[in-house]
Each structure stands twice: as structure tokens, then as C-alpha cells.
């Protein structure tokens, strides 16, 4: 009987040893878990303006995650807004609020912001002129400026090129720019490069840009006397701006929630937002809503 009492006293002991094993290597597997090699594939359509900064970002994301694959492709933010809401991309970059986009129902996507980019009119280099009024601005794009010297500039036509209906950029500088006016029908092209392209290489023309379009071979113009650079677009003194969004069809998951984790993070905040162009939203001193009401920070 004793020898009985024994064995099963060393059957119980050994069964707590094997559920004790059992409960530490279910807590080695949970954070196994978390290291798992993040994976799979994600599509982001929209924003030409924003194109760039996903582009860098998603190359850098891929050579720390070799399994991930992230495809950026422009188009405008109307079409990237669109597009995310049907469920045919997991994230719709866009220069403005979904909130201002007609047919977009903003109730069903979630925002991300990621950054803020400046927007400023460029033009020939020789038009001879690097300041406006907003007025004279205005003018110019509403057709009723059609000669550099009307403003102090060359006796040259003034040749127009336009974003398309859709561009985030367009809505941003019709809004802040023009102040809700309407501009003349002119060119119209899809893409920021190519705007650049052919401002470069037109005599006359004007159009405008985001800053990280920008470089030496078109005019970047201030207005008003204000200059086009990050410090003024901080303080709202240059009010030509707006966050880049990227939105999701809900709360993203699996690998769309930690690409756009990325974003945000020290990575590309501290190196590649400033390094092409944009603006790290974490150094804006006021914010912005859909309604355009400025709130300091």
C-alpha cells in the first residue's frame, strides 16, 4: 500500500513538472510570436506629392523586412481615396481631408497623417520675377494677368499649366493659393514631375509644386514677401500647405498597421522627411483641421 501511496505521489509530481513546462513554453511562443518576420504585400495609390516619401520609405522598410513587398503608385488623391474605399488598395495617399473629396464617404476611412508638405507657384526661370502678391496670383491663374510685365517681370506670355481635376494639389492651391477661385482651363497634367518637366522647359509658364518637387531648374516664387520653406509653413506664415494623409478602408492590420507604424517613426520622421522636402509633423507649431481652423500647438 505505502509503495502504492509513492507511485502515485511521483505520477502527480511529475505531471506538475510537465504542465509547468507546458505553461513557460506557451509564454517562450508568445513572444516568439512577436518577432516573426514581418511579410506579404500592400498596394498605396494616390498622391503624387506624397509619392516620394512612401517610395523612399516603403524601399527602406523592405531591405529591413526582405519577405514585405510595398507597391506605391501615383495617380492623385481622388484616386487614391477612391480606391481605398472600394477595398482595391489597402491605403489611399492623398494631399487633402477625405472629408473634402465628393463621392468619398470619410465616416468609413481611418486618417493616418504622415507628414506635411508645403506647396508654392513655380515658373520659367526666366520670367524674371521671384515674388508676387497673392493678388497678382490670383490674377495670373484666372486670366486676367496674361503678360510677365504686368507684374514686373519679361514681356512674355504667361503660359499656365494646371494640375488635374482629382490632384490634392490643385484642391490645396485652388483653397490657399487662389482663395477658393477658379482657374483658367489651361494644361492640365496628372503627374508632379512632369508639371516640373514641362515649367522647366516652357518660356512664360507657371504652374506650382510641392516642395519636394522643387529644385534649381524652375523658380520656386514667394508671396507677399512670405518665402516658401518649412520654418514659415510651421507657423502658418506660408499658408500653402496641407498633411499628407494615408487613409485606410478601417483600422489597418497585419502588415499595413506596421508599414504605417514605420511612417511615423524616428526613421523616417528624423531622415527621410527632411531629406526630401516634406515636413516632419511632429515640428508643426499649429495644426490644421478639415474645415481649415488653425489651433497652435
Known amino acids: 500500500m505505502k509503495k502504492k501511496v509513492l507511485g502515485i505521489a511521483t505520477i502527480l509530481s511529475a505531471l506538475m513538472l510537465v504542465l509547468a513546462a507546458c505553461g513557460g513554453g506557451s509564454s517562450s511562443n508568445s513572444s516568439g510570436g512577436d518577432s516573426k518576420e514581418t511579410s506579404g504585400s500592400l498596394t498605396a495609390v494616390g498622391s503624387t506629392a506624397l509619392q516620394p516619401l512612401v517610395e523612399a520609405a516603403g524601399k527602406q522598410f523592405q531591405s529591413e523586412n526582405p519577405k514585405a513587398q510595398i507597391n506605391v503608385q501615383g495617380g492623385g488623391s481622388g484616386t487614391g481615396l477612391t480606391q481605398v474605399q472600394q477595398g482595391a488598395v489597402e491605403i489611399g495617399n492623398s494631399d487633402v481631408f477625405a472629408e473634402e473629396k465628393d463621392g468619398v464617404d470619410a465616416s468609413k476611412l481611418v486618417d493616418h497623417k504622415v507628414a506635411v508638405v508645403g506647396m508654392a507657384p513655380v ?28 507684374v514686373g517681370g519679361k514681356d512674355e506670355k504667361v503660359t499656365v499649366i ?7 494639389t ?37 504652374s506650382y509644386l510641392a ?17 516658401p520653406d518649412e520654418k514659415n509653413v510651421a507657423t502658418n ?21 506596421t508599414f504605417l507604424d514605420y511612417m511615423v517613426s524616428d526613421a523616417v520622421q528624423k531622415d527621410i522627411v527632411p531629406q526630401l522636402g516634406y515636413q516632419s509633423i511632429k515640428e508643426m507649431k499649429v495644426e490644421r483641421d478639415a474645415d481649415g481652423k488653425i489651433t497652435e500647438l
Open 123 to 150: 515658373a520659367n526661370k526666366d520670367v524674371g520675377v521671384d515674388n508676387l502678391t497673392q493678388q497678382q496670383l490670383i490674377d495670373i491663374f484666372t486670366g486676367k494677368v496674361t503678360n510677365w510685365k504686368d
Open 237 to 257: 506664415e506660408w499658408k500653402i500647405w496641407s498633411y499628407e494623409h494615408m487613409y485606410t478602408n478601417g483600422k489597418p492590420k497585419g502588415l499595413t498597421k
Open 170 to 206: 490643385r484642391a490645396t492651391f485652388e483653397q490657399w493659393a487662389l482663395k477658393g477661385e477658379t482657374p483658367i482651363k489651361a494644361q492640365e497634367q496628372d503627374s508632379s514631375g512632369t508639371v516640373r518637366k514641362i515649367v522647366s522647359e516652357t518660356p512664360g509658364a507657371i
Open 211 to 227: 516642395f519636394s518637387y522643387i529644385n534649381k531648374s524652375v523658380v520656386g516664387l514667394s508671396v507677399d514677401g512670405v518665402k
Open 162 to 168: 494646371n494640375r488635374a481635376e482629382g490632384s490634392g
